[in-house]
T-cell receptor, first 111, second 115 residues
Framework: NAGVTQTPKFRVLKTGQSMTLLCAQD?????MYWYRQDPGMGLRLIHY???????AKGEVPDGYNVSRLKKQNFLLGLESAAPSQTSVYFC??????????FGPGTRLTVL | KNQVEQSPQSLIILEGKNCTLQ??????????LRWYKQDTGRGPVSLTI?????NTKSNGRYTATLDADTKQSSLHITASQLSDSASYIC??????????????FGTGTKLQVIP
């Protein structure tokens, strides 16, 4: 039981490049979330999903897209990376209002 | 707007000493309050959850308290260890819809335990 995994762990992009972050969970959770964490700020919700095939915008969705084609996977895409997207990205999952389980994070730097 | 404020922002204590972290919230209606521990370079991990009717809950050397009237919670760490060095995040989901999409996360208290 791996819990929540994220790939890659680290990435450096140049402005304008694109990339996809992958989140996978093996707990059969319905809900999945993408957050970004910046110094001095709490975790901020980018996008979330309440089930396979569904996605919705969170607090800071601009510049990001997501897809949930399979229940266990939640992908976060950056179409044209900007320096303001330099951050640590966390994926989380939960079965509802129970405990959230977080992945180990992806540290992204955009030059 | 729902807010969660934590204090202090950072704290350095000697190994073996006790410390208390604070969380004040304005989230309404209240459902529960969670404390998470986030080690450097890792994702947050839940330490404890406090519901409206609970005043105190312990998890080993961690004791959380809740005062729903004043909307304050504290996390007390007893006999600190070097492994307690981490950020501690207070999370307050509003009562209502399922999931965490409307959850407010605190900015965290960064604790450093030194030998």
């Amino acid at each position: 039981n791996a819990g929540v995994t994220q790939t890659p762990k680290f990435r450096v992009l140049k402005t304008g490049q694109s990339m996809t972050l992958l989140c996978a969970q093996d707990m059969n959770h319905e809900y999945m979330y993408w957050y970004r964490q910046d110094p001095g700020m709490g975790l901020r919700l980018i996008h979330y999903s309440v089930g396979e095939g569904t996605t919705a915008k969170g607090e800071v969705p601009d510049g990001y897209n997501v897809s949930r084609l399979k229940k266990q996977n939640f992908l976060l895409g950056l179409e044209s990376a900007a320096p303001s997207q330099t951050s640590v990205y966390f994926c989380a999952s939960t079965s509802g209002r129970d405990e959230q389980f977080f992945g180990p994070g992806t540290r992204l730097t955009v030059l | 707007k729902n807010q969660v404020e934590q204090s202090p922002q950072s704290l350095i204590i000697l190994e073996g000493k006790n410390c208390t972290l604070q969380c004040n919230y304005t989230v309404s209606p209240f459902s529960n309050l969670r404390w998470y521990k986030q080690d450097t370079g890792r994702g947050p991990v839940s330490l404890t959850i406090m519901t409206f009717s609970e005043n105190t809950k312990s998890n080993g050397r961690y004791t959380a308290t809740l005062d729903a009237d004043t909307k304050q919670s504290s996390l007390h760490i007893t006999a600190s260890q070097l492994s307690d060095s981490a950020s501690y995040i207070c999370v307050v989901p509003p009562r209502g819809s399922g999931g965490y999409q409307k959850v407010t996360f605190g900015t965290g208290t960064k604790l450093q335990v030194i030998p």
